[in-house]
T-cell receptor, first 116, second 108 residues
Framework: ETGVTQSPTHLIKTRGQQVTLRCSSQSGHNTVSWYQQALGQGPQFIFQYYREEENGRGNFPPRFSGLQFPNYSSELNVNALELDDSALYLC???????????????FGSGTRLTVV | KNEVEQSPQNLTAQEGEFITINCSYSVGISALHWLQQHPGGGIVSLFMLSSGKKKHGRLIATINIQEKHSSLHITASHPRDSAVYICATNFGNEKLTFGTGTRLTIIP
């Protein structure tokens, strides 16, 4: 049983650039959720993908977008990077959120993005 | 408003002490998660519980659904237990709502 792998682990980008972060899902899971964690804060929900469709979105602008692939891995894309986008980006895989009540979440180790 | 609150925010204890971290939530839930986050960021899921008590090694989690309260206990604490402990729940939708976290430091 594989865990959740995120890549890259660290990334430095310049304001205005675009970035793509990647997340594998645990074997058997069909749902991936993305969270942004600013320094000293709790994670904030960005969006969730279930079977390649967006299945809920938090309070983030459209320049945050995502994809989920047939193997249930996922990408988070951020366009026009701003300094405030500097954060740890976490993904978590699960079964559907209703089933997550019974089966829980598996988290990745995160990608630390620094925007300069 | 769906909220999760934790206490204390920071906790420093001597090695060997019994540790308790508390979590309360605003409305009824189906399950509550306890998570551990080490410096560097990765989150490890410790427990998911919907009633009663769960134990794993030196860690014990309890939940009281009627009182909307959960506790995480660590027995015989060790410096390697130093981390941020976070409780989280779904509140009946697709996103996890996280508590503010408790930063635990165990001094040798």
């Amino acid at each position: 049983e594989t865990g959740v792998t995120q890549s890259p682990t660290h990334l430095i980008k310049t304001r205005g650039q675009q970035v793509t972060l990647r997340c594998s899902s645990q074997s058997g899971h069909n749902t991936v959720s993305w969270y942004q964690q600013a320094l000293g804060q709790g994670p904030q929900f960005i969006f969730q993908y279930y079977r390649e469709e967006e299945n809920g979105r938090g309070n983030f602008p459209p320049r945050f977008s995502g994809l989920q692939f047939p193997n249930y891995s996922s990408e988070l894309n951020v366009n026009a990077l701003e300094l405030d986008d500097s954060a740890l980006y976490l993904c978590a895989s699960s079964l559907t959120w209703t089933e997550s009540y019974a089966y829980g979440y598996t988290f990745g180790s995160g990608t630390r993005l620094t925007v300069v | 408003k769906n909220e999760v609150e934790q206490s204390p925010q920071n906790l420093t204890a001597q090695e060997g002490e019994f540790i308790t971290i508390n979590c309360s939530y605003s409305v009824g839930i189906s399950a509550l998660h306890w998570l551990q986050q080490h410096p560097g960021g990765g989150i490890v899921s410790l427990f998911m519980l919907s009633s009663g008590k769960k134990k794993h090694g030196r860690l014990i989690a309890t939940i009281n659904i009627q009182e909307k309260h959960s506790s995480l206990h660590i027995t015989a604490s060790h410096p390697r237990d130093s981390a941020v402990y976070i409780c989280a729940t779904n509140f009946g939708n697709e996103k996890l709502t996280f508590g503010t976290g408790t930063r635990l430091t165990i001094i040798p």
